[in-house]
């Protein structure tokens, strides 16, 4: 059997919903395939500012875009570091960054704040 891609068993006409959560980016997302053949609609959380209207810029209307931070719905605390899309909700494992290369170089904490975060089953 031959290698088999979700074009094959998606029906045509289908499109996927993607749930990118902390959705910016560096390079394509990994669903950029299923974009470029209108096969997909996205629902991003992006809750930096520049990196949404990065997203807003390059998708357009015909995908969801929102600023919420996706958690427990509670307030937490955002641990900020010096590559923003490193940034997260979790504190930092140190040990766990030290197993992979250059990994503990781009998550330099760099600041904290509090967040409010959004419940998906809170979302319409």
């Known amino acids: 059997m031959g290698d088999l891609n979700l074009f094959d068993i998606l029906p045509e006409g289908e499109r996927i919903h993607v749930l990118d959560i902390g959705a910016a980016f560096v390079e394509e997302p990994p669903y950029q395939s299923l974009l470029k053949a ?10 930096d500012d520049q990196a949404r209207a990065r997203l807003l810029e390059i998708y357009g209307d015909e995908h ?3 600023p919420n931070f996706v958690g427990t719905g509670e307030v937490r605390n955002f641990h900020q570091l010096n590559w923003p899309i490193t940034s997260f909700l979790l504190p930092q494992n140190t040990p766990l960054l030290l197993k992979f290369q250059m990994l503990k170089e781009v998550m330099q904490p ?3 704040r509090l967040v409010e975060t959004v419940r998906l089953d809170d979302l319409h």
């Open 110 to 112: 760099v600041g904290q």
């Open 64 to 66: 969801c875009i929102l």
């Open 38 to 47: 209108g096969r997909a609609t996205i629902t991003a959380f992006e809750p």
